[in-house]
């Protein structure tokens, strides 16, 4: 087989309740390797079809049973599957990632598709609660008052760039979704419209497989902002999950509030998640953890959101081990391919705001060129950090700040200036645990997940996991986009007075208290 036989062509249509629809404008994708693939730029009446069929695939697809909708994303996982080489061929190809991590990605995606699969077999999502009637209580008799976790209805679904599986096209959003029983519309991602097609065509495959309604499941493709803008404003969509930036996902969620019937916007945005080195480790394993740091910080040419782009370590000879460790491991690190020219120009952008900045320097510094991304390191203490806000702000790549702190005292205070975080890490050593309690109260105040001797990137899809945090990280606090949680922004509780069995859904009817 020759290399371009294996090359996947996409046909660049979007697939929109079971059908694949040009016309209109396209728009070229900027792989990082080969040539570029000509798709279709989506426009308000596709976005208004799609809503429509979602709507209608409502009827039948929130009331079919736990089991159907189980089996349907296990459908999904295992078309993927069936098209792995040909979802790795184009995934490389758009983001530039390594096939190791495309793979590896996949197998999350598929693995999250099964999770909430046996997720809702159990029915653990339903929440069910049960209070049954008291006829004889006095002075006045309780009726019968059951619960549960239904539906809300068609969601909007925008995927990020650097996940363009597993944030994307049938990644957690859909899957939460889907699994609530709610229809889906995904706004392409632009940087990975190819990789979108061929996950889009595994759908559409397990819907006529598991005969479910076609409106279940939409994907426009666009690169201009007014699809996602007439997406999330649509009247039939009733929530919307976002993975991106800060600025993009501020503009949707302004926009879902300002609706007539305002919806929830569930975005996960940017965060520079903090790592505090406290002094034992610091003085026991500042050169190891100085390693580590790098290694996390760069990996993936540090396009995870997850990246701890900010250390916080003591002054002085106690923290010295660690910035010489991390300096020495960062001016190993070559030039890394970036998921966009957009991206690697932001980048750039990013590296330039931290320059020259009265009292910021430069540990590591590189210039980077075209789409490709160099380490930097940049080192200030806590007081310049706290009277400048942007440097606090994320910048998307290997960029790493080191705040150096003098006392545990100063650490505290620093903590308490942070923004909402995806997380918060702590080295430490046993000597280290009263300073570690004493920034507990405050890191759990500011973050979705907080860790211990460990480094954040690289997230569990689990039960336990909370992938969110108080804006900016995420638009909803109390909410989380990795793990069978995830589905909780996509359903909504009734409560049903006294209904006779045959009115009941049928999660509740048999329910005893
Ligand atoms: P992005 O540029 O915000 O794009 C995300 C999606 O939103 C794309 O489909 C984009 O459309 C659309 N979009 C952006 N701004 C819009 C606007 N004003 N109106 C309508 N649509 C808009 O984000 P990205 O570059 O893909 O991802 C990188 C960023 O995401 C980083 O900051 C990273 O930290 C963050 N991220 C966060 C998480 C998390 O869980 N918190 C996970 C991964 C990434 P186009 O296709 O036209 O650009």
């Not at 995420?474 to 589905?487: E, H, K, L, P, R």
């Amino acid at each position: 087989m020759t290399a371009d036989s294996k090359r996947f062509h996409p046909h660049g249509k979007h697939l929109i309740a079971g059908e694949w629809v040009g016309g209109g404008e396209t728009f070229a994708n900027s792989p990082a390797t080969g040539e570029s693939d000509q798709f279709q730029s989506g426009t308000p009446a596709h976005v208004d079809r799609a809503c429509q069929a979602a709507e209608e695939a409502f009827w039948s697809y929130a009331y079919a049973s736990r089991e159907t909708r189980a089996a349907f994303l296990g459908t999904i996982a295992d078309e993927m599957e069936a098209r792995a080489e040909t979802i790795t061929e184009i995934g490389t190809r758009e983001s530039g990632l390594p096939e190791a991590r495309l793979q590896g990605e996949r197998g999350r995606t598929t693995g999250q598709l099964r999770l909430f699969a046996d997720h809702i077999r159990k029915g653990a999502h339903l929440d069910r609660r049960v209070d049954g009637a008291l006829p004889e209580r006095q002075p006045m008799p309780r009726p019968d008052i059951r619960m549960i976790q239904r539906p809300i209805g068609p969601v909007a679904v925008f995927g990020a760039s650097n996940f363009p599986l597993a944030f994307s096209t049938a990644g957690g959003d859909t899957a939460a979704a889907l699994a609530a029983g709610c229809p889906v519309v995904v706004k392409g991602h632009s940087a990975h419209p190819g990789t979108g097609e061929i996950v889009a065509e595994a759908i559409h495959a397990a819907i006529q497989k598991c005969d479910i309604h076609p409106g279940v499941f939409s994907l426009i493709h666009a690169n201009s902002r007014e699809v996602g803008q007439t997406l999330v404003q649509h009247p039939l969509i009733k929530a919307v999950g976002f993975t991106g930036s800060l600025g993009g996902g501020r503009a949707l969620f302004d926009l879902c509030a300002q609706r007539p019937e305002p919806i929830p916007f569930f975005g996960e945005l940017g965060s520079v998640n903090p790592m505090f080195v406290l002094a034992d480790a610091a003085r026991n394993r500042g050169t190891e953890i100085g390693a580590g740091w790098a290694g996390s910080l760069t990996m993936g040419a540090g396009q995870f959101c997850t990246n701890p782009g900010i250390a916080v370590v003591a002054k002085g000879a106690e923290g010295d081990a660690f910035v010489a460790a991390a300096k020495e491991a960062l001016e190993q690190v070559g030039p890394q391919v970036m998921l966009t020219d957009g991206i690697a120009q932001a980048y750039r952008d990013g590296k330039e705001r931290f320059t020259g900045r009265n009292a910021v320097r430069a540990l590591v510094s590189n210039d980077s060129e075209g789409r490709a991304a160099q380490p930097n390191l940049f080192e200030t203490d806590a007081d310049t950090y706290l009277q400048d806000h942007a440097l606090g702000e994320e910048v998307f790549g290997p960029l790493g700040l080191v705040l150096r702190v003098s006392s545990g005292d100063e650490m505290q205070e620093l903590a308490k200036g942070f923004e909402g975080q995806l997380t918060a890490t702590l080295q430490m050593d046993e000597g280290d645990t009263d300073a570690a309690k004493a920034l507990m109260p405050i890191l759990e105040r500011k973050a979705g997940r907080v860790l211990v001797n460990g480094f954040p990137t690289g997230v569990e899809v689990c039960d336990a996991m909370v992938h969110g945090g108080p804006y900016p990280a995420s638009t909803n606090f109390g909410a989380t986009s990795v793990g069978t949680m995830a589905i909780r922004r996509f359903l909504r509780p009734v409560s049903y007075q006294n209904l006779p069995e045959a009115l009941l859904p049928e999660d509740l009817r048999g329910a005893s208290a």
